[in-house]
């Protein structure tokens, strides 16, 4: 059997829960939360990082941080999760819904300015399966028409645009630590701040609207409720976790690109003249092996190909339902039709993809698909 993910291990997480444990201190923001984010500051140039429960609040807090109300509209692509609409569906905002590309699922920046109006107040973009956005066209259409912008980069730790990190270019961004992803502790995330003016806030919203944080380094006597916020700050077990996981980045990541590049050598010139697709990465993005997807010739080929895996005990998926033709938010979506998204959600799968996963079983899925593909033209030939 091998499942579509499998939680990847160091080693070192339970002594370092068990260290978080012996220290007595197990609510948030102790000292391995202060590594987690000392580690990423430094390692990628965030501005200032706060871990949070999820990416989700992540952006929760960044919707809260843009005062975002009703009345104002946000971009957000309709290929993602929930959670990248959701956060500023939450403060009242009417999302309106940007078409991905046709190279990739990300965000088709050429048609974004057609959606700006006077009421807009943000674009929200996501690096699908950690490919980059072309961050520097959406920056300079956010510079044109004074947009806030926020990196949904959930799935993109570790990767790079033009050899910068993603999350290093929107006035925030936000990233993942579920178990799905990269780097995980289970349930967690990080709210990245790049725009200094949103630090001192951010620390207040994310301590349930209190300046509980100043009163904690010091700087004020007794801290009460100063604005509005939640309780978005992890535990340090949970941090502690997060910290076994970041200490081994490096290891993770380069296993995680040698598999992208063993399934890719293994299917590139095969599978296309049977009109599949391998992701196709702008020369500007770097990959950060999250994830190998195909995009198939169309919804039955795909499924044809998820039945005669399954049949082996190998777990492919698809991916996302496009939000504007969600249940929640059909009824809401102007008539605009959205055709790049709506061929990713009938024609994208994704593969087995873990650091566990072995070359043989790159080799036995891949082989499989080649001979399920095979299969259909043998079939068409013969009849
Ligand atoms: C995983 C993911 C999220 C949600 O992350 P959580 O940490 O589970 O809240 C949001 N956006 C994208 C693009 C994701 O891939």
Known sequence: MIPFNKPYLTGKEA?????????????????????????????????????????????????????????????????????????????????????????????????????ITSRTKAIVVVHYAGVACDMDAILSLADKHGLWVVEDAAQAIDSYYKGRPLGTFGHLATFSFHETKNISCGEGGMLVVN????????????????????????????????????????????????????ESLEQIQARRRQLWMQYHQQLEGYVEEFGVQLPQLPMYASNNGHMFYLVCRNERQ????????????????????????????????????????????????RLPFFVELTKTQVTQICNLIKSTLAERVALVEAA
Not at 213 to 232: A, L, P
Request: aromatic residues 12%; charged residues 25%; contains cysteine.
């Open 302 to 349: 795909r499924s044809k190909l998820i039945a005669s895996l399954k049949e082996h005990e190998i777990y492919p998926t698809f991916h996302y339902v496009p939000l504007h033709s969600s249940a929640y938010f059909s009824d809401k979506h102007d008539d605009r039709e959205l055709h790049n998204c709506d061929t990713y959600a009938e024609c994208l799968m």
């Open 15 to 115: 002594s370092y829960i068990a260290s978080a444990m012996a220290s007595g201190k197990l609510c948030g923001d102790g000292p391995f939360t202060k590594k987690c984010q000392q580690l990423l500051e430094r390692a990628y140039g965030f501005r200032k990082t706060f871990l949070t429960t999820s990416c989700t609040d992540a952006l929760e807090m960044a919707a809260l941080l843009l005062n975002i109300q009703p009345g104002d509209e946000v971009i957000v692509p309709s290929y993602t999760f929930v959670s990248t609409a959701n956060a500023f569906a939450l403060r009242g905002a009417a999302i309106v819904f940007a078409d991905s590309g046709a190279d990739n699922p990300n965000v088709d920046v050429s048609k974004l300015e057609d959606l």
């Open 195 to 246: 725009d200094e003016r949103f630090i001192e806030r951010a620390e207040i919203i994310r301590e349930k609207g209190t300046n509980r944080s100043q009163f904690f380094r010091g700087e004020i006597d007794k801290y009460g409720w100063v604005d509005i916020g939640s309780s978005f700050l992890p535990s340090e077990l949970n941090a502690a976790f997060l910290y076994a996981q970041l």
